[in-house]
């Protein structure tokens, strides 16, 4: 299982890109934190979930 | 009427705070990413303290827009945020050294204009410049301190805004959901407990302490 903002869904296998893709989000408005390190936006095609991993997906909206 | 000195306020700021923990705070450093109702809050709350460099960073002007939410006056219409601020910010803040860059932050120039901050602000508008901030500062700068502002449009209660640590160096501010682009847009109130949350968790930060 893999931690999504604190849910854990069965998706081990699936790419960052694929999770964020399949889960809405606009790439242009996150920051990805994998096991608490940023991920660099360069490797959410490349970076696969594995059993164990904690991801938070910060989706910024307007406002300051 | 005794025009005030650096030394007097920064003795009464020693009095108010204590020696130890004023110190602390005139050593720091913090960039100011974008001077709108958060970043000109956040400024003039880090000056009030006594934070010893301050830089803010905006490309704009101040525009009647602003005016209900943002720290200007209707004297500056027209000015760049960064002389507006700054002049008001080196009016409160005699133990404040201020720095101001009037430019817009890109992921080239990012790594160049804060790298003497030890924390970094990100006060933006639009979610699109947010993120962009957030992935270069923490790809790039990688030992910097982040905190970051999302979510505090609207009427919605106060109690909803608070502040997360996402990961070591990543602080995030707001309620996270409420867009300014929906509902009444961006209310001064709202807007300033925000930035409150963003500067308290500098202060704090300065202070040694790295829980939200």
């Known amino acids: 299982m893999v931690k999504i903002n604190g849910t854990e869904q069965d998706i081990a296998g699936k790419t960052v890109a694929e999770l964020l893709e399949a889960e809405g989000y606009d790439l242009l408005k996150v920051a990805v934190e994998l096991n608490e390190m940023i991920l660099p936006k360069a490797q959410y095609g490349s970076t696969a979930l594995k059993d164990g991993d904690t991801v938070e997906v910060v989706s910024f909206v307007g406002g300051g | 009427m005794t025009a005030l000195t650096k ?65 200007y006056f209707p004297a500056q219409l027209g000015m760049y945020k960064t002389d507006a601020l700054g002049d008001t910010l080196r009016e409160i803040g005699l133990c404040s050294e201020i720095t101001a860059d009037c430019v817009r932050l890109t992921p080239e120039n990012i790594p160049v204009l804060l790298k003497d901050a030890d924390i970094i602000c990100e006060a933006f508008d639009r979610a699109d410049q947010k993120a962009m901030l957030v992935n270069t500062v923490l790809e790039q700068l990688p030992d910097k301190i982040l905190v970051s502002g999302s979510g505090m449009a609207g009427l919605g209660s106060p109690n909803t805004i608070r502040t997360r640590k996402i990961a070591k160096n990543f602080y995030l501010s707001g309620d996270g959901e409420s867009d300014s682009g929906s509902g009444p847009g961006l209310i001064s109130a709202r807007v300033a407990v925000c930035a409150a949350h963003q500067a308290t968790t500098v202060l704090r930060l300065l202070a040694g302490e790295t829980e939200p």
């Open chain 2, 7 to 71: 030394e007097a306020l920064y003795a009464a700021l020693c009095a108010r705070h204590g020696e130890e923990l004023q110190q602390k705070f005139a050593a720091g450093a913090v960039a100011v990413c974008g001077l709108g109702g958060l970043g000109s809050n956040i400024a003039i709350a880090l000056a009030r303290a006594g934070v010893g460099h301050i830089r803010i960073i905006d490309f704009d002007r101040v525009d009647i827009s602003n005016l209900n939410r943002q720290q």
